[in-house]
């Protein structure tokens, strides 16, 4: 089944849009606190696009996604009631609870974590927000987690140049399978853990 070439594509051409990088700004704070779509879509195409930009794509990233990552806490924080029927039947629920185990063993470490890897980091900002986290803790954590993942993936596609383009084309339905079935054994791992 082709899926992920012609998303690709799409993506591809929303990342020369002259508004790309209000784009990737919505994009990186809706990430963090609520929208299900990871921001490396967005900022890895804009670096081949451009890739003399890719500090200010990194930096825009980095940025609205630590701003957004509040927004999660702020949800946790204050309106935690509201949102938990509906984080008990949506498929975070385990993840939340691994979360919180994980805070009160680790800590803000969690959270920097959280910002680097590829687990659900809204779900952590959120559980942050819940266990009234420290704020300064949460913010150092999470500027250096994020800015590590961002800048990490922009320099990576930078210095890759045009034969990481051509690979990544050639390649991407199965980086894209691959990256699915990564997830979901993360998500059943975490399960198992929660267990």
Not at 19 to 44: Q, T
Not at 108 to 118: D, E, H, K, R
Request: glycine share 8%.
């Amino acid at each position: 089944m082709i899926l992920f070439g012609p998303l690709y594509e799409r993506v591809l051409t929303w990342s020369r849009h002259p508004h790309a990088e209000w784009y990737l700004g919505a994009m990186s704070f809706a990430e963090s606190s609520f929208f299900p779509i990871p921001v490396d879509v967005m900022l890895a195409p804009m670096c081949l696009a451009d890739r003399d930009r890719w500090i200010r794509y990194a930096l825009i990233a980095t940025l609205l996604s630590v701003a957004g990552g509040l927004a999660g806490y702020a949800i946790g924080y204050a309106m935690f009631e509201a949102i938990e029927p509906w984080l008990r039947q949506s498929h975070y629920w385990d993840a939340y609870e691994t979360s919180r185990r994980w805070f009160d063993e680790y800590g803000v470490v969690v959270v920097f974590v959280a910002g680097f890897s590829p687990i659900p980091y809204k779900v952590f900002t959120i559980a942050a927000g819940v266990a009234a986290l420290s704020v300064p803790g949460f913010l150092v954590a999470s500027l250096v987690g994020r800015a590590a993942r961002f800048f990490l993936v922009a320099g990576l596609v930078r210095a890759g140049g045009e034969r990481f383009e051509s690979t990544l084309r050639q390649h991407i339905e199965r980086i894209g399978w691959a990256v699915v079935v990564l997830a979901a054994l993360l998500i059943a791992w975490l399960m198992m853990r929660g267990q």
